[in-house]
């Protein structure tokens, strides 16, 4: 028992071994909160104007995301769906076929359902603020998260251009001790804006935090439902418990 029990170990090992490696690239972090509905409603407005051109998300339907995120059906009608094929009851698809699409950008667009859980909420909210221009790249854009990336910097009007210059930062620089009187780091690849877009930086972080919010509930949209029916599911529990505990103190009243 012992041999198999260490066979299992040796075998399991290479597995925890690849799942601590990867790219050590510095993430911010984002805290997905379902209950903010307005943040929620902001996300799904962003997706569908600026990334559904592209991406889809096959496994959730526009109805379903309407009446979890208490949005009306005409407003959705009006102003969410912009296919004349797509209806309020359809998956929230898009009409650009995976060839065409692997051709002008070299990588087809993923379907974006499940990215959330794929990649993290912290990967996307990073990768979203991290384009930066590059023209050497076919469409003048770079991203430090996912380095020659096929996907062009859609948010540009709203962030502004992004460019990478030599400043001090509070990322901490892997292999660089930060400066002992500010705490900060020297590092030639920080990103900054050069040239402003309609929101302030701060504003784009909140803009790309409701899209995060968005993919992480669209990854798991039964979890507010679960979420609600938790401590419903304990009272029953504890309410239950007490009758039970009073029919079993009935039963052996004549025993003891
Ligand atoms: C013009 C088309 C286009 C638009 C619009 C677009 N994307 Fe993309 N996106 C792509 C392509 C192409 C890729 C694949 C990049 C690659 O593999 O190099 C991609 C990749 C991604 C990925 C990474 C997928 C992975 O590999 O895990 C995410 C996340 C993503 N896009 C999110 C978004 C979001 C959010 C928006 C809206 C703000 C958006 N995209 C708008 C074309 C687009």
Known sequence: MKKQLFALLVALMPVTGFAAGGAAVHLDEMTPDLHDKASLQNGMKLFTNYCMGCHSLEYQRYARAAEDLGIPQELVEENLIFSEDLAFNDQMRNAMSEGDAASWFGAAPPDLTLEARLRGTDWIYTYLRSFYKDGERPLGVN????????MPNVLEPLQG????????TDRPVPGHEPDPLTGKYQSCDVLQVTQPGELEPA???????????????????SKLQAQALGPKVLLFIFIFGVIAYLLKREYWRDIH
């Open 143 to 150: 991203n430090t998260v996912f380095p020659l990336v096929g």
């Open 161 to 168: 251009v992004q460019e990478m210059v030599c400043a001090e």
């Open 203 to 221: 504003e784009f972080d909140q803009a790309i935090y409701d899209l995060t919010n968005f993919l992480a509930y669209v990854g798991e949209p």
